[in-house]
């Protein structure tokens, strides 16, 4: 079996600042994603990717940066951190030409904003 | 784009009942339906996924049933036990293959009351 690491599991950063989720998998997939979860909303998708260095926006893309520097790895950076960025995101992955709807996700990345 | 609306978003169940969770969709496209469940400080996992051409679909004590002509999809958690309590979220997709756009209802928290 594989697993789905990010880094840091909590992230606190000031209004304004940079600031970067991380998101490792060994299961070799082609696909990888990141999703916002808000308490009460679901999950939305910023930004996935069908191969390395491959980008394509999701419906939540604005105030956000992404990089696939590799197969196994996806970045995300929010490019300046909001007061109402309090949220988990969460990184997810899947084989490439998959119908079964079968995401991996990672534990998760809480991110606070003083 | 499609929308998908699920309910309740809360729900307390005693243990030996059966739960009930509902969602609805927009597009008569969607071709793909999921089940995903969520424990406290995990990401998702996949639950059940079912295809278009399935009505009805039973493993392991959950039951899914598609009704396309109302556009609904439902999970029924029979015989419910404490270790059943988490966050459910079903999710839709139209696609067959390549990056899974899925679309995400809001989630439900359940809490099977031992």
């Known amino acids: 079996g594989g697993i789905i690491t990010q880094t840091p599991k909590f992230l606190i950063g000031q209004e304004g600042q940079k600031l970067t989720l991380k998101c490792q998998q060994n299961f070799n997939h082609d696909t990888m994603y990141w999703y916002r979860q808000d308490s009460g909303k679901g999950l939305r998708l910023i930004y996935y990717s069908i191969t390395e260095n491959d980008l394509q926006k999701g419906d939540l893309s604005e105030g956000y940066d992404a990089s696939r520097e590799k197969k196994s790895s996806f970045s995300l950076t929010v490019t300046s951190a909001q007061k109402n960025e309090m949220a988990v995101f969460l990184c997810?992955?899947?084989?490439?030409?998959?119908?079964?709807?079968?995401?991996?996700f990672g534990e998760g990345s809480k991110l606070t904003v003083l | 784009g499609e929308q998908v609306e699920q309910r309740p978003p809360h729900l307390s169940v005693p243990e030996g009942d059966s739960a009930v969770i509902i969602c609805t969709y927009t597009?008569?496209?969607?071709?793909?339906f999921y089940w995903y469940k969520q424990e406290p400080g995990a990401g998702l996992q996949l639950l059940m996924s079912v295809f278009s051409n399935v009505d009805r679909k039973e493993e392991q004590g959950l039951t899914v049933l598609l009704n396309k002509k109302d556009k609904q999809l439902s999970l029924n958690l029979t015989a419910a036990h404490p270790g059943d309590s988490a966050v459910y979220f079903c999710?839709?997709?139209?696609?067959?293959?390549?990056?899974?756009?899925?679309?995400f209802g809001k989630g439900t928290q359940l809490i099977i009351q031992p």
């Open positions: 597009d008569s496209a969607t071709a793909y």
């Open positions: 997810a992955s899947s084989i490439a030409q998959t119908n079964t709807g079968q995401l991996y």
């Open positions: 999710a839709v997709s139209l696609h067959t293959g390549g990056a899974d756009r899925l679309t």
